[in-house]
């Protein structure tokens, strides 16, 4: 049974550093980039419209599946007028739904990139919340903390442990975010729900 429910307040930089501004969505130098980089590390128009206030993540994890399931609500402020944002989650997490004022938003999946689509427009200064529903198995990281995703693992007494590693490769390799630097959240909120036995940092 599902016992422990843990909530942290995150400042501002928690997950993302500036260090490395350039190559933070990167894990290595590219001389070449393809279009999953170019959406994942360039400012366009459907990031730059908007600004991220405030996250609001909520996560149950599955030992056993080596899964999550959660949902995330994203407040922001409109910059410039739009009918569509970009926000980031990588495509082997599956997003059931995305729901504004209680109504479910058509949206279009490219890769690690999602495209939202309001049924109306946007205007500066609008405050918008939108809530991301979502599950899935992320990505396993092979050499932590210089590959990014989760480390499961087994203690010395044969108990479970997670941990996650996502500096580098970013924090949409496990929950649905706007993954670029340009843009850090004044605050952020995180619940996880772990079985009874476990305990969670964060």
């Known amino acids: ?5 843990f909530t942290i307040i995150l400042l501002l930089n928690l997950f993302l550093s500036k260090k490395n501004l350039l190559y933070a969505q990167l894990t290595h130098q590219k001389t070449q980039f393809s279009h999953q980089d170019t959406l994942r590390g360039s400012l366009s128009a459907l990031r730059s419209c908007f600004d991220v206030k405030f996250y609001d993540l909520n996560i149950e994890v599955n030992f056993e599946q080596r899964s999550i399931d959660g949902w995330c609500n994203i407040d922001f402020i409109l910059l ?8 980031d989650l990588f495509a082997n997490m599956l997003i059931d739904s995305i729901r504004y004022n209680e109504q479910p938003l058509a ?44 480390v499961w693992r087994k203690d010395k007494n044969n108990q479970d442990w997670l941990g996650i590693a996502c500096q580098g490769t970013g924090a949409s390799l496990w929950w649905p975010n706007k993954d670029h ?19 969670c940092y964060l």
């Open 107 to 150: 949206f279009i999946r490219d890769g690690n990139a999602t495209m939202i689509n309001f049924p109306m427009l946007l205007y500066p200064k609008q405050a918008v919340n939108i809530q991301v529903f979502y599950r899935g198995s992320p990505i396993i990281a092979k050499n932590a903390p210089w590959d990014g995703g989760f």
């Open 1 to 5: 049974m599902y016992k422990r429910f």
């Open 181 to 199: 630097l340009s843009d850090e959240p004044d605050s952020m909120r995180i619940a996880v729900t772990v079985p009874g036995a476990f305990i």
């Open 80 to 87: 410039k007028p739009t009918q569509q944002i970009q926000i």
